[in-house]
């Protein structure tokens, strides 16, 4: 008996890890290496012809933590994580509440919503560079109309930055928006009655019931935007390049500029092992720390 | 005449054009247990949630406690429901899920607590307060939507089939319990139902519906002893009423249907019955035995015996019943006043 139930627990044991497999390879080949790999180019020097690469230990994020540029796109990374993720969040959740509800042309609004998602975000970005194009733009034209000068949007370090995020408010949002959607429709009808009979006003409901209730998927959504805040940068080689003198910048835009375009791997390694480690952190405080207050049904 | 406590004048509403219900007219009197019967998709339901304020009737008036309630939103015709699904907010405890519609109403804490207390006491859930609706077993969360329906004080409560998703032995023993709450609270409650005995058995009045439609508003005993059309008849009652064609019995019309129950049918010699059958089946509860009997022209023919008797399945027997104990339906399935019955003597 003892004996079968051994066989049989070494029989799952195997399955298991059968299942496990594909998985496990694809992610040690794709993401476990190439890891690993970057950590270990990130402590040698950029080899030259004369000089071959050589262990340096962190010399390059020394390098790197004495360069202004380099804190010049920390800054500005923070600045454009900290208004994209909760403001597309918002966004998304107030449009999702909306279009949730009881209005005509709910098929309609929901897919005009959902539309920047589907274009690919080279293809955004050329739209938005029609937008913001001085004199011929759609938002200079607008302006004249009321008689406002002429803005170049792309071009003033004040508005480059302002200029990206909101390109990225609006793509992101509709994405965001069909996730809480699909939240959303899980919440049962009545529940909405129940509250309604104890005469709960329909901020309390969303307050008290949605809002909890939403809490699993505003979790998701804040990792994925977060991530996205250092993913989405394909707009920034469309509309400003990082422009003008570093306004614009982002940290993924500058580790490609370091690997691709003045192609110092090494200082690129270091870059993309100091991205890691944050978003590493960030993701455990979310799953680790609210997670535990956060109801699942 | 004194005025009910709520009113139902034809009320109306339909889906899409399509019938939900239809004429509803009905009187609940204050403190009374009114059952809403009828099989699946008959508009219980619909009744009871335009009773709520949760659909707005097409046509009809709704009266609750003298004012005119028909536009008027839920929260604003104090009363509270027990759903059928319970509608338990998922991620607030036992104790937050009671206290919800007070804290709405902000109600003071000391008060709120009092209440709590009170409830859960009544319920038995004390010693639950902290648990999610998730680690209850389906009796209890039962329990807490009662609990909430209680701690809201309305003098009316209205229930959806609140006990369909317990087993049967949970479920006898918590319609007790709603029963005994009802009479320690003074509370009038309208009580939706597809199971008859749980009609017959709690209500003071049962309101018996079929495709949208009131067939039969009354107390069980009159929905049981005169049933107004065959529905009800074979409705109400378990085992339902037999109902046999007219024309297999001397001296009835041909049209008409008539209607027996199993304990006013006897087993006879051959020879001296009203109706020869066949057995079909022997059910034996313990106190009786209910034969099944099968007969070309009748329904449901069945014989209630007292303590165990054996019947050959398949064997030929005889019935008889008196004239005094038939239900008598007429062509449109509506029952017929005594005096139009002819009776056998008559004939004769
Ligand atoms: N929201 C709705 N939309 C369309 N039809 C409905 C809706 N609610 C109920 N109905 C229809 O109304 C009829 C009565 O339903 P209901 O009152 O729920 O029946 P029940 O007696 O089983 O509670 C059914 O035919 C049902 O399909
Ligand atoms: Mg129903």
Known sequence: ?297 | MTRAFVTLDNIGKRWNGQLGVEGITLDIEEGEFVALLGPSGCGKSTTLRLLAGLEVPDEGQIIIDGTDVTGASAAKRNLSMVFQSYALFPHLSVAENVMFGMKVRRVPKKERLEKLHNALDITGLLGLEDRKPGELSGGQRQRVALARAIVAGQKLCLMDEPLSNLDAKLRAAVRKDIKKLQNDLGITIVYVTHDQTEAMSMADKVVLMKDGVIQQTGTPEQLYSEPATTFVAEFVGAPPMALIEGRALKGFKDDQTIGVRAERMQLVQAGQGRLACTVTDCEFLGAETFIGLEHPSANGLTVKLDGKAEMTIGSGVEITFADQDLHVFGPDGRRVQPENIPTVLEEE
């Open chain 1, 1 to 297: 008996m003892s004996e079968l139930a051994k066989l049989e627990r070494r029989r799952r044991a195997i399955y298991g890890w059968l299942l496990l497999s594909p998985a496990a390879i694809l992610l040690s080949l794709f993401a476990f290496y190439p890891s690993i790999a970057t950590l270990w180019e990130s402590m040698f020097s950029r080899g030259t012809r004369r000089h071959p690469a050589a262990f340096i230990g962190g010399e390059n994020y020394n390098d790197l933590f004495a360069d202004p540029t380099f804190w010049i796109v920390v800054k500005n990374n923070l600045f454009y994580a900290g208004i994209t993720v909760p403001l597309s969040m918002f966004i998304a959740l107030s449009m999702a509440l909306w279009a949730n509800s009881k209005i005509p042309a709910k098929g309609f609004v929901r897919t005009a919503y959902f539309t920047p998602t589907v274009l690919p975000m080279i293809a955004a970005a050329n739209l938005w560079l029609f937008f913001y194009t001085p004199g011929l733009g759609v938002l200079d034209q607008i302006g004249a109309l009321f008689g406002l000068p002429s803005v170049n949007w792309l071009g003033q370090p004040e508005t480059a930055l302002w200029a990206i995020i909101i390109v990225t408010v609006w793509k992101e949002s509709g994405f965001f928006m069909i996730f809480y959607l699909a939240a959303l429709q899980t919440i049962p009808v009545d529940l909405r009655e129940a509250s309604d009979l104890e005469g709960a006003s329909r901020w309390t409901y969303t307050r008290r019931i949605v809002l909890p209730m939403l809490m699993p998927m505003t979790l998701f959504i804040g990792v994925n935007a977060m991530i996205n805040s250092v993913k989405l940068i394909d707009h920034l080689f469309i509309l400003t390049k990082g422009g003008p003198s570093d306004a614009s910048k982002l940290i993924l835009y500058y580790i490609w500029e370091q690997a691709f375009a003045f192609f110092d791997s090494p200082h690129a390694a270091a870059l993309t092992m100091l991205v890691l480690l944050v978003l590493g952190v960030v993701a455990a405080i979310q799953f680790f720390y609210i997670d535990r207050r956060t109801h699942y049904q």
